[in-house]
């Protein structure tokens, strides 16, 4: 039986459901080990100085973001402790939207997720058909091996199903990045006007993410948490490490946080 690789709760409201985080894939890729040849020796790599060539410990291994050719601004071990989001053990809901609003270019990982006792069940079998009979995913942001992820949480025949999302500024705009792209609908007919009007043109570039969450940000180290919406990340020590929406429904000004409800309530 499979391990959980994260156990903590999804919350959403006054909701509290303890859930354990399962894998969904497993890697059948055959990997080799890199011998001398007439040999069966490891070959190993090691850490050596470019300059030098020498051997370096790893504890005088540090990080370094390059400013300038050859000239960089040192990050020691415990000052990228001091930006990490932290450990968590919530899965934090923050507002439910339409599964169809999320386009898959978006969609990273999947994981499976499942109740942490039989006592849960209930409840998580109560969230799990809501989301199904609604099409909606919750939209969470949670934090695990130090990484802060943005999420969406959906219901996938008899289970709960968690996929993590690519951050809006991650994903490329096809019509900025290809060469050539059509202009116009191929094979259009030009006495087919009124049928034009009625297929107006597409945008070339993928969508918003999700129509009412945004993931803009800038990531500082591997272990800094973002928040959604957030340009700066979330490596103030101390800060909120909730997610935050940025834009409100359709129709609703930016800026205004969502409260949290049942997928399908009113108001």
Same mark, same amino acid.
Request: charged content about 30%; overall charge negative.
């Given at each position: 039986? %499979?391990?959980?690789?994260?156990?903590?709760?999804?919350?959403?409201?006054?909701?509290?459901?303890?859930?354990?985080?399962?894998?969904?894939?497993?890697? !059948?890729?055959?990997?080799? !080990?890199?011998?001398?040849?007439?040999?069966?020796?490891? =070959?190993?790599?090691?850490? @050596?100085?470019?300059?030098?060539?020498?051997?370096?410990?790893?504890?005088? =291994? @540090?990080?370094?973001?390059?400013?300038?050719?050859?000239?960089?601004?040192?990050?020691?071990?415990?000052?990228?402790?001091? =930006?990490?989001?932290?450990?968590?053990?919530? =899965?934090?809901?923050?507002?439910?939207?339409?599964?169809?609003?999320?386009?898959?270019?978006?969609?990273?990982?999947?994981?499976?997720?499942?109740?942490?006792? $039989?006592?849960?069940? $209930?409840?998580?079998?109560?969230?799990?058909?809501?989301?199904?009979?609604?099409?909606?995913?919750?939209? %969470?942001?949670?934090?695990?091996?130090?990484?802060?992820?943005?999420?969406?949480?959906?219901?996938?025949?008899?289970?709960?199903?968690?996929?993590?999302?690519?951050? %809006?500024?991650?994903?490329?705009?096809?019509?900025?990045?290809?060469?050539?792209?059509?202009?116009?609908?191929?094979?259009?007919?030009?006495?087919?006007?009124? %049928?034009?009007?009625?297929?107006?043109?597409?945008?070339?570039?993928?969508?918003?993410?999700?129509? !009412? @969450?945004?993931?803009?940000?800038?990531?500082?180290?591997?272990?800094?948490?973002?928040?959604?919406?957030?340009?700066?990340?979330?490596?103030?020590?101390?800060?909120?490490?909730?997610?935050?929406?940025?834009?409100?429904?359709?129709?609703?000004?930016?800026?205004?946080?969502?409260?949290?409800?049942?997928?399908?309530?009113?108001?």
């Amino acid at each position: 039986m %499979a391990r959980a690789i994260w156990t903590g709760v999804i919350t959403f409201g006054l909701v509290t459901v303890p859930v354990g985080l399962y894998t969904s894939t497993e890697d !059948h890729t055959v990997h080799f !080990h890199q011998l001398q040849r007439g040999t069966s020796d490891r =070959i190993r790599n090691r850490r @050596v100085n470019e300059r030098t060539g020498d051997e370096v410990d790893t504890g005088d =291994i @540090v990080k370094g973001y390059e400013i300038d050719d050859g000239e960089y601004v040192v990050v020691e071990p415990d000052e990228l402790d001091d =930006i990490a989001p932290g450990r968590s053990r919530t =899965i934090d809901i923050s507002d439910f939207v339409d599964l169809d609003d999320i386009e898959p270019v978006y969609f990273d990982r999947t994981y499976y997720i499942a109740p942490s006792g $039989k006592e849960y069940t $209930k409840v998580y079998e109560l969230l799990r058909a809501a989301l199904a009979e609604a099409n909606k995913a919750g939209i %969470a942001t949670f934090v695990m091996r130090n990484r802060q992820y943005l999420t969406a949480l959906r219901a996938e025949g008899e289970v709960l199903v968690l996929q993590t999302l690519h951050w %809006a500024d991650e994903v490329r705009d096809p019509g900025q990045e290809l060469p050539e792209l059509p202009s116009g609908r191929a094979g259009q007919a030009a006495g087919h006007g009124a %049928a034009a009007g009625r297929h107006p043109q597409r945008r070339l570039g993928p969508g918003p993410l999700p129509r !009412h @969450v945004s993931g803009e940000g800038a990531r500082a180290g591997q272990g800094q948490g973002r928040r959604p919406g957030d340009r700066h990340g979330a490596g103030a020590a101390g800060g909120d490490q909730r997610g935050r929406l940025d834009e409100g429904p359709r129709g609703e000004p930016p800026g205004r946080r969502l409260r949290p409800r049942w997928p399908g309530a009113v108001g």
